[in-house]
């Protein structure tokens, strides 16, 4: 007799798990805190039950219907169970075949810095996996990949969220779009090193995007421009965090990943100094020691009354939505357009213009270097120089600073150095 719909509703959980029978051997399986169709056969010789679905997101008529599917199954002579397995193994190798699949192969063979990868991900996340994550790694043609590319082109208006949950704003620009199609052509690589692609779609596209828009980074600003930036930053109205962070840049020459990543431990304010772990800087070399860098009196200053407002416990500049995540430095490009000044500047110009008016000053070049934590490019002279300049660093950070008061100030500063005679 087969089951009615009415007997199918009203069937209520009792002390013990029950069934009731329905046709050709399908019952239906009332539990606690369930209902499943199920259907129990012989196999090979041995006793079995196959779970067809849950009531009610399986219908009595849907489940009558993948019966006649199970039962046709053991007439060929297969085990459902094994059925099971195979569909299972096949998704996995079909999902090991996208685009998606490959790109976190990519991203667990990369080394970023920890705001890096953050950073890169939000893109590639927000502009392509929408689009090519599900695609089948071969399926994928040059026009797939313009398609993303053109619409990466195009800044965003507000800020928007989409795919795995990334998050975005105002971006979209040529430099983004070519920066993803070095993205996708390294995906591309690593399906074709493991033969899960012949050739690669992203690579002939480079000619064919916008140009990129060239970005002042390594313009110095004179000390006008330093002044009115300086000034401008005081007036700001914006996050207090961001503010001190950008100071923080200005008095230390890091770079700007380097500073919103800043870590209270790294600090010793009693001996005016920041250490920084070398896996924090971009030179992870790590045979190198960990950076050291002097801290003006001014930093220190400003750092002691951040460190009693925030109590001094893990990131300097938290993320201000994320728990356990700092502030990116992509917050502190967006401020020089907030200020409203006149000439082109973005936050790593700040180690530059540092830099040339060191040198114009007469502080030791390879002071200067170290500072800023480059690496020198003569391997002989650098396996023999492994001095760290620290007190002379100490002296130039402090009359940097001093310098740049003067400069926000308006006073007409004439900079003397450490020695006299032509900058090396």
Partial sequence: MSLTKTEIEAAKPQGKPYRLADRDGLYLDVRAKSKSWRYRYRFVGKENVHTLGRYPEMSRDEAREALIALRKMLAQ????SQEKKLERIRVAHQHAQTFEALFDEWVASRTWAETTKRNRLAQIEFHVLPYLGPLAIREITPMHVLDVLRKAEKPAKSEKKRGRGARVRDVGSPNVARRLRHYVASVFNVAIATGRA?????????EVLSPAIRVAHKTPLRPKQVGDFLRGLDAYRGDPKTVLAFRLLWWSMLRP???VAAHWNEFDLDAATWTIPRARMKNKNPELPAHIVPLPSQAVERLRTWHAFTGGIGYLFPHRDKSGQSMIASTLGKVHGRLGLDFPYSPHATRTTASTHLNQMGYRYDAIEKQLDHEDRDAIRRAYNRADYLEERRQMM???????????SGGKVIPVGLRKGPVA
Wanted: aromatic content about 8%; glycine content about 12%; charged content about 30%.
């Fill in 398 to 408: 402090q009359q940097w600073a001093d310098l740049l008061d003067e400069w926000k």
């Fill in 77 to 80: 002579g297969k085990s459902p």
């Fill in 198 to 206: 012949d050739s690669n779609p992203a690579g002939s596209l480079r």
């Fill in 257 to 259: 990943g380097e500073v």
